[in-house]
Each structure stands twice: as C-alpha cells, then as structure tokens.
C-alpha cells in the first residue's frame, strides 16, 4: 500500500513540473491559454499585468482559485482524491515559481501544439493513477454528483470562457491558437488514460460479497449482481455491474485485485445513463 501512494504521489509531482514547464516555456509568453483553472489563472495574470500593471504570477493566482476549491472537495468529493489535488496545486505552483518563464520559440502554432502536449501528458498520467490536478476537476466532480450530467460539460464551460475572454482581451487568434492548445491537450489525456466521462465495468468473481463491500468502502456507486456460469468449468459465479467516472477506474483496478486477483473485468465505454448513477443514503 505504501508503494502504491507513493508512487501516485510522484507521478502528481511529476505532472505538476510538466504542468510548470508547458506554461513557463510555451504558454505564458505566447499568450496562449491552458485548459481549466491554470488557464484561468493565467490569463487574469496577463489582465493584471497589462491592464492595471500588477505584478502577479500565474502559480500564486493559481494556489488562491484553489484554495476555496480544496474546501469543498474535502467535504463533497472525498479527502483522498483531494489531498492528491492539493499536491498537484502547491508542487505546480513551487514549480512556476522556481522554473524562469521563457520563449523556446518564437512561433506560436509551435507553442501552442507543444504546450498542449505536455500539458496534456502532466493532466494524463495522474489521472491514469487516479490522481487529481484539482481545480476544475473537483468542481466537475462535485455538479456531475449533483446533477448526473457529464463531467465535460463543465470543462467545456470553463474552456469557452477563457477562450472568448483571451479573444476579447487580445487578439481574436489569441482565442484560435488557444482552441489549438485545449484541444492538443484534450488529445494527449484520452490517449494516455481514456476519453469517456463514465465507463461501464462488468466484473465476474466467486468473490462478489467481498467486492461489493470494497467498492462501496472506496466510492458512492450503485452496484447491481447478476448470477454468471462459466460456458468452460460451468462454475457458477457472479456479475458485478457498475458504472463510475473515469476519475475511479484506478480506484476499482486495485480493489479488485486486492480483493480478487482472478477476478475478469471488462470495461466498456458509456454513453449515457438514465436513473440512480451514484449511491446517496442507502439507495443503490
């Protein structure tokens, strides 16, 4: 176990200096906008900056738009998912502070598609190891509990704001290159972990108590078992049937292997769901 926290809490740091290093090399200087709260972050420094001539740096903003954020995951999402955040914030933050921001060229198409990718690497590894980058990933979380809409769907508000904002404020190709960006790093995230909100896992185990108290000690998901026959052995077995977010496939990998290792797991993509999506007071 402590192998396996250790190694999601060096591959948090490890995202948060890519994180550091698209913006400082790539994004800030060519005002190009990154996805979610960094690029928030990023184009209210670049306001303040050129606009009221205030000094203040895109790693500070980004630590205090998080700060309220961190709260209300705590509360809503669950500690473990946001003590990862508040690692990913505090180690990209130190890693914008202490890397010089700097031009490695001068060519912004060259910025923007290069700023995507590693952004989109640093955000894709620490989702593959159930880690969080906070900010709009907790905010996400939590109207996606509420409501049962897809977690996009916030990203993709959050986005088109800082994409008008950036068109607005400067120049209109400001706005397109930054399209370019969001768009490499939404590429590069469901390359490296997966592009669907939420997935369907179909588990088959002679140990299906015992996941079903596993499951639902780590996540709020309704579970519903179906009685399974191997065509081979015709052992009888079980079904597990669940839906998750993509944010806890790292999550049920390792309760079933603790739990089963001979367990068989399928997952499958979900396009939509209709009725009870998460477990809240005893409904399942």
């Known amino acids: 176990m402590f192998f396996i926290e250790a190694k999601r809490i060096a591959v948090v740091i490890i995202g948060a200096l890519l994180m550091a290093i698209s913006l400082n090399f790539f994004l800030i200087n060519a005002n190009v906008y990154a996805n979610g709260f960094s690029g928030a972050a990023q184009l209210v420094s670049s306001v303040l900056a050129d606009h009221f001539d205030i000094a203040l740096s895109t790693g500070i903003l980004l630590f205090i738009f998080n700060v309220p954020v961190f709260i209300l995951g705590w509360f809503k999402v669950g500690r473990g998912f946001t003590i990862y955040s508040i690692i990913s914030v505090v180690f990209t933050t130190i890693f914008l502070e202490l890397l010089p921001v700097l031009s490695l060229s001068n060519d912004i198409i060259l910025n923007a598609v290069f700023g995507g990718v590693i952004a989109g690497v640093g955000i894709g590894i620490s989702l593959k190891l159930g880690a969080s980058t906070g900010g709009m990933d907790i905010i996400a979380m939590v109207l996606s509990r509420m409501q049962d809409k897809p977690i996009g769907v916030y990203f993709l508000i959050l986005n088109g704001v800082i994409i008008v904002l950036a068109g607005i404020l400067y120049e209109p190709e400001n706005a397109l ?18 592009r669907h909100e939420k997935v369907t896992a179909m588990i088959i185990t002679h140990e299906a108590e015992a996941l079903q108290k596993a499951i639902h000690q780590k996540m709020v998901r309704g579970i519903t078992i179906l009685p399974a026959k191997g065509a081979y052995t015709n052992d009888d077995k079980s079904m597990l049937y669940v839906v998750i977010t993509r944010y806890e496939l790292y999550d049920l990998e390792h309760i079933i292997k603790e739990t089963d290792p001979n367990a068989f797991t399928n997952v499958v993509q979900t396009v939509g769901i209709f009725g009870f999506f998460r477990r809240d007071e005893g409904v399942v």
């Not at 370019?180 to 972990?193: E, F, G, N, R």
């Open 177 to 194: 290159y930054t399209m370019i960006a969001l768009y490499v790093t939404t590429s590069v995230i469901d390359m490296l972990h997966t």
